[in-house]
C-alpha cells in the first residue's frame, strides 16, 4: 500500500496503523508518500508500521524501484512459506508414518510373546508325551492342550500375517493341513 500521511477525510498513519492491527497473510508492505522531512515525522510513520518512506517531490523511477524491492520482498516470502509449508506436510507423514511403525512393533512384540508362549506349551506337552513320562489317564489332556495351542498359534500367525499386509487378509497357500483324525 501506498500512503499519503495528508489524506482528506482520515491521517495516513492512522490507516497504516488499521492495516497493521490486522495480521494479513501475505504480508502487505506499507509505503508512506510525503512531504514532511523530519525526523519525528518519520519516525512516527515507522512507530505506526510503514516499512518504508519516499519523501515528496519524488522521482518516479525511485518510487517504482522501492515498490519493485517490496514486490520482491513478497516473492521470496511466499516461497518461503510455501517452503515451509511443504516441510511441515512431509514432517506430519513422517511423524505419522513413525506412529503407525511403532504401533505395528508393539503389536508384533505382544503377537511374538503369544506365540513364543503358545509353542512353549506345544514343545512341553509334546516332549512329556514322547518320553511316556505321563499317566496315560492325562494324554487326551494333554493332547487337546496341544491342539488348543495349535490353532492359537494359527490364529495368531493368521493376525501376524494380517498386519504385515497392512490389514489385508492373507493370500492363502493352499498349505493347510487337514485336521488330525480326518
Not at 121 to 134: K, Q, S
Amino acid at each position: 500500500a501506498i500512503l499519503d500521511l495528508d489524506l482528506p477525510d482520515i491521517q495516513g498513519l492512522e490507516v497504516c496503523r488499521r492495516l497493521r492491527a490486522t495480521p494479513r497473510q501475505p504480508y502487505l508492505p506499507v509505503l508512506i508518500l510525503t512531504a514532511a522531512h523530519s525526523p519525528q515525522e518519520r519516525l512516527a510513520g515507522f512507530a505506526a508500521g510503514a516499512d518504508d518512506y519516499v519523501l515528496k517531490p519524488f522521482h518516479l523511477a525511485e518510487l517504482l524501484a522501492r515498490v519493485g524491492v517490496w514486490l520482491d520482498v513478497r516473492r521470496r516470502e511466499a516461497t518461503l512459506r510455501s517452503g515451509l509449508e511443504a516441510e511441515r506436510a512431509a514432517r506430519q507423514r513422517a511423524e505419522a508414518q513413525a506412529a503407525r511403525a511403532l504401533a505395528a512393533a508393539q503389536v508384533a512384540h505382544t503377537l511374538t510373546h503369544s506365540m513364543n508362549q503358545a509353542l512353549t506349551e506345544v514343545v512341553g506337552y509334546a516332549e512329556l508325551l514322547a518320553a511316556g513320562a505321563i499317566d496315560a489317564t492325562l494324554v487326551p489332556d494333554y493332547a487337546a492342550r496341544i491342539v488348543a495351542a495349535g490353532r492359537d498359534l494359527a490364529e495368531l500367525t493368521r493376525r501376524f500375517a494380517e498386519l504385515a499386509t497392512g490389514g489385508e487378509p492373507p493370500a492363502s497357500g493352499g498349505s493347510e493341513r487337514p485336521p488330525i483324525g480326518s
